[in-house]
């Protein structure tokens, strides 16, 4: 007997959820045409992620669209919602459409207890789809690990070249935006 896994895809998820396939309160995400239910986040991981919302609306302003766990589009699929993304800014406030990678200046996971799938499943996913810029920040290890470069090797796999650590106490340029100091040491939390 051969077992075959259903992968949906997004517009198969789309209607699971006209469908009210889905709670209200429950949050999943759609991964390579999987349903997976996204973790409750801790107050680190809160306290992160709005920290960093105001450090870098305070940089990009409106140079740039900043969206906060909505989702993107990686075709067929995989609609994520990242914890942060920086976004070309679009006339519509991307109404008519999720951004897609081609949208995407930076990708922005915060991580504690989902580092090792942001680090390994969403990594490959978003290198796949040709992110240029991912970063996770990883309140495990307390630091910031910055991708670049995706690419894929001769097995088929997706990653990127580049990662850089930086640590709580430094400082590092925003990708696109040369100009842009973002200030870790505000966005960490304690």
Not at 42 to 60: Q, S
Not at 64 to 88: C, F, K, M
Request: with cysteine; proline share 6%; net charge negative.
């Amino acid at each position: 007997m051969t077992i075959t896994t259903k992968r949906f895809t997004i517009n198969e998820y789309y209607r699971l959820a006209e469908l009210g396939f889905f709670k209200e309160d429950e949050r999943f995400e759609l991964i390579r045409g999987e349903i997976i239910s996204m973790v409750a986040k801790g107050k680190p991981h809160a306290v992160c992620e709005t920290r960093l919302e105001r450090e870098l609306y305070k940089l990009v302003g409106e140079r740039a669209t900043l969206r906060g766990q909505q989702p993107i589009i990686i075709p067929d699929y995989s609609q994520p919602e990242p914890d942060r993304i920086i976004v070309r800014n679009r006339a519509d406030d991307y109404l008519d459409a999720h951004p897609t990678s081609a949208d995407i200046l930076l990708l922005i996971e915060v991580a504690d207890s989902s580092l090792k799938y942001d680090q390994e499943v969403k990594l490959s996913l978003y290198a796949e789809a040709g992110i240029s810029d991912y970063w996770i920040f990883n309140l495990v290890d307390n630091y910031l690990e910055s991708y670049s470069e995706p690419y894929q090797n001769l097995s088929d796999k997706f990653g990127y070249r580049r990662k850089f650590i930086s640590l709580p106490n430094e400082t590092i340029i925003l990708p696109s935006f040369p100009d842009l100091t973002l200030n870790l040491s505000k966005v960490f939390p304690g």
